[in-house]
């Protein structure tokens, strides 16, 4: 079935620091890739989205670009702050929209 | 503004007592999902449904029922028989296409006391 991968956290950066965050999948055909954010005792939201093949998804600084040749979908920012301080999620939606992947999440720690 | 409210915010439970989640949405979106995140894990499917009066087991459904008797309310019920509820539940919804993505209430925490 699809899955997704996500790096191991907890992944903890200096204030300013260049951040990347790992996602690869597995899936049949080509879904539509997903990276939510999770802030302490909050609910997820959406970060940004990619829906096909050399797509960028982009929001807030943050961007991930849909690489079909190595089924990857990494989440980079080019200097972080500490109120990004949280939990990100990698997702996939199937073709059909039925069947929604999540990954096992990275938290994320940003030090002054 | 349309959005999706979960409530309480905070819930205690008894031993021995079922409990009530209740989740609302305006967005006008067929399908909804409840799933369970323990401490520093992941996401795991609870139930969800996708027309009105219809739903299905997720992974880990045992202990727990469902209704949606109507598109906009999804209510969880956590039962007695689960045996280990102490959790922060999120319930989601969405259109049913591969492009759109889940919109996520602020979730309930649960406590056994």
């Known amino acids: 079935g699809d899955s997704v991968t996500q790096m191991e956290g907890p992944v903890t950066l200096s204030e300013e620091a260049f951040l990347t965050i790992n996602c690869t999948y597995t899936a049949t055909g080509y879904p539509s890739l997903f990276w939510y954010v999770q802030y302490p005792g909050e609910g997820l939201q959406l970060l940004l989205k990619a829906t096909k093949a050399d797509d960028k998804g982009s929001n807030k600084g943050f961007e991930a670009t849909y690489r079909k040749e190595t089924t990857s979908f990494h989440l980079e920012k080019g200097s972080v702050q500490v109120s990004d301080s949280a939990v990100y999620f990698c997702a996939l939606s199937d073709l059909r929209g039925q069947n929604f992947v999540f990954g096992p999440g990275t938290r994320l720690s940003v030090l002054p | 503004d349309g959005g999706i409210t979960q409530s309480p915010k905070y819930l205690f439970r008894k031993e021995g007592q079922n409990v009530t989640l209740s989740c609302e949405q305006n967005l006008n979106h067929d399908a909804m999902y409840w799933y369970r995140q323990d401490p520093g894990q992941g996401l795991r499917l609870i139930y969800y449904?996708?027309?009105?009066?219809?739903?299905q087991k997720g992974d880990i459904a045992e202990g727990y029922s469902v209704s949606r008797e109507k598109k906009e309310s999804f209510p969880l019920t956590v039962t007695s028989a689960q045996k280990n509820p102490t959790a922060f539940y999120l319930c989601?919804?969405?259109?049913?296409?591969?492009?759109?993505?889940?919109?996520f209430g602020s979730g309930t925490r649960l406590t056994v006391v």
């Open positions: 449904s996708q027309i009105v009066n219809d739903f």
């Open positions: 989601a919804s969405s259109i049913i296409s591969p492009n759109y993505g889940y919109t």
